[in-house]
RNA sequence: GGGGGCGUAGCUCAGCAGGUUAGAGCGCUGCCCUGUCACGGCAGAGGUCGCGGGUUCGAGUCCCGUCGCUCCCGCCA
């Protein structure tokens, strides 16, 4: 027999179907057991008469727990006074595929860290299926979007023999008789890829990072959405096609999760207008010294503070949640950041800020290999390990430039939740390696 | 790495300025209930108050240490 779901249970009215899920609820009355199950699609209740004495199946139904899984064959009847749908599954016959332990670990209201470690018991709730449902129509999305481009995906290697530059740290892993680091970033793979010739290129895959960070916002394996793109101008054509790609990203959520994700996450889902506000890192400063939010320390960069400020004044002043801030100083971009020509502490480098938190960062690339090599002895980077990506810049390679971001970030703004964690599969984090 | 907060029943929490047997709601167990739908009613079980030490006649409550969780900063995406 075939399994019929919850949901289309409404166009099999008088059918004999057989259903397969979990138990929601139990309310084992003296003459009339009712017997809420749940499976991927929804709820249905399911009914059946208690004789006196109870037979096999009332004794049946009387031994099931909360989250036991069960296999149901009933007749599907309409009722009006079902308020789950006006329909209900008069049952004919039970399967305990498994029993569930009376008592549960966790409640829907339990803390964060608790609900991690029973994280499939938590994922069961629909509002938490949602953020993964809203995640795979965000990641179709976006390929649909590459693959209109003439995008072509790649999957670079997570072992590397050194870092990939990116400032943070890097987790060691043994590598036979040596030793070989997991990659932070596929930035170096993915110039390779322009240098090669592939013109345009993305990657959606997992990233490490050995940051001792505790915050809402960070873990140290995430998945990383990369974008590089090769002969433009200027880094303007990376954040023009970033800007595109994204309101088209969030038109494809809106159209299908957006009444869902106002339901369930109490979130409108904005589609962006083109194109987004850009700012300069010097007149971000600016505005938010003339909004009288205390200006950042000496350091050449926005904190999470006055990024949360500028967001906010961005919105009033613009009506919009997203902003391009530019033009940051090489102090505080990798030497690959191609520098402005003209004002040389400057790199032509962006991030984007979504709802007041960095989304992503980007940059026109270096593709001169003269330049990087200088930009390199500038920085202080020790060329000797990473002569493999140099030599990338020595046979003819196209101006370029990309930017990459977390996608669970992307989630976490998207649904209005407060915590990477949320949105996360399974994180990792400095002290979370389970399950 | 720096700073703040928290740790009491399976879960969420309350325990005021230290004072006999540590509470609530939900959940769980049992009984009752002609259709419930967050069902309802009655009864019951369940806690070495994270751990170690100290102060005190007396510590869930105060102090020190330690472990865990959490948020912010740093770092980043």
Redesign the pocket.
Known sequence: MTRTLIAELRGKVGERVTIRGWVH?L??????Q?L?IRDESGLA?V?LPKEDPPNELNEAVSTL??ESAVTIVGTVVA?E????GGL?VRLEELHVDSLAD??????P??????RIDWRFLDLRRPDRRLIFEVQTTAEHAMREYWRGEKFIELHTPKFMGSASE???ELFKVEYFETQAYLAQ?PQFYKQMAIAAGFGRVFEVGPVF?A??????????E?T?VDVEIGWIDSHEDVMAFEEAWLAHVLARVKETHGEAIEATFDTEVVVPSLPFPRVTLEGAKDMLREAGHAAPGP?D?L???SERALSAIVKQEHGHEFAFVTDYPTT?RPFYHMRHPDRPNLTRSFDLLWKGI????GAQREHRYQQLLAQAEDKRVDVGPIQYYLNFFRFGAPPHGGF???L??LLMQLLGQD???EVTFLYRGP??LEP
């Not at 006074?81 to 789950?84: D, E, F, I």
């Not at 009376?102 to 409640?107: G, W």
């Not at 209201?109 to 608790?114: E, G, I, P, T």
């Not at 960095?358 to 960062?361: G, N, V």
């Open positions: 609820a309310r084992d009355q003296k003459r009339m009712f809420v209740q009914i727990t909360a009722d006074r079902v308020k789950l209900e009376p008592e549960l670990p966790i409640a209201d339990s803390a964060l860290d608790k990116s400032g943070a970033s990072r940051n001792p960070s505790f915050t809402s916002r960070h873990d140290t995430f990383s350091e960069d904190d999470p503070p505080v960095e989304l992503t960062t990459g971001f977390g669970t970030r915590n990477v964690r002290h979370r």
